[in-house]
């Protein structure tokens, strides 16, 4: 994690966070290399999950008809973040990764950072819940764990200099199949569009949170 950080060209986590805005209109010239945009994913991929299940999946859109077939599950209304944006990184639940669910854990143990016994406690417990669990219970798994990946992502493509726009405005039924993927294994979530912003994005407001807060 260490090597990661250096890397990052903004460390300042206030500047990050708190200067962060949806940015729709992007500079079309500039492209980021795949090699970057993988890097980012790693970074992101930190983000915890259901039982470090880690369900999600990247689809990266960065060329002109990549993007044009893309768009025919996309709104309208979203186009043009899509147009202009270096690239898209759709982020998709995959309701399966219970399947590959051991290899994780063997590395834990594998690097010493926990006892075999722990081993197969941890996948006693876990792998069952998710091999007996329906489809409902791995899709809500799955999209609680892609909705933190995609804020992570948010905000590290910010420490790299960028700015996104995260969106869910897709045609939610015909999204997996125009990525190419299978429909019965993963879900759409949302798509996160990355670049450089072209102008100075509508700064929001947020409610008090006092009025959304209760402590019981
Ligand atoms: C789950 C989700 C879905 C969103 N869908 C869209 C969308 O389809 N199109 C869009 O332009 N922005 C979309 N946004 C961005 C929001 O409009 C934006 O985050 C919100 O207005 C607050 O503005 P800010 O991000 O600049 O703080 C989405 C954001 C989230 C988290």
């Given at each position: 994690m260490a090597t990661m950080t250096k890397k990052?060209?903004?460390?300042?986590l206030a500047d990050v966070m708190f200067n962060r805005h949806s940015v729709r209109?992007?500079?079309?010239a500039v492209k980021i290399d795949r090699d970057e945009i993988q890097e980012m994913l790693s970074e992101a991929a930190t983000a915890p999950s259901a039982c470090n299940l880690q369900s999600w999946h990247f689809v990266v859109i960065d060329t002109p008809e990549a993007k044009e077939k893309f768009k025919?599950?996309?709104?309208?209304?979203?186009y043009p973040q899509v147009d202009k944006a270096s690239a898209i990184v759709f982020i998709a639940g995959d309701t399966?990764?219970?399947?590959?669910?051991r290899d994780v854990w063997n590395k834990v143990y594998k690097d010493g950072n926990i006892t075999k016994e722990r081993l197969d406690q941890i996948l006693g417990t876990f792998l069952p819940l998710y091999e007996k669990a329906t489809p409902e219970f791995l899709k809500f798994d799955a999209t609680m764990d892609c909705s933190i990946v995609g804020a992570q992502l948010l905000l590290i493509a910010r420490a790299h200099g960028y700015d996104a726009n995260a969106f869910s405005g897709i045609d939610f039924e015909h999204m997996i199949p125009t990525l190419g993927l299978d429909p019965k294994r993963f879900v759409p979530i949302m798509g996160i569009a990355l670049g450089k912003a072209a102008s100075e994005p509508l700064h929001t407001q947020r409610y008090d949170t006092k009025t959304q807060t209760e402590f019981l």
């Open positions: 990052l060209g903004n460390n300042d209109d992007f500079d079309p025919k599950a996309v709104m309208p209304f979203n399966q990764s219970h399947l590959v669910y």
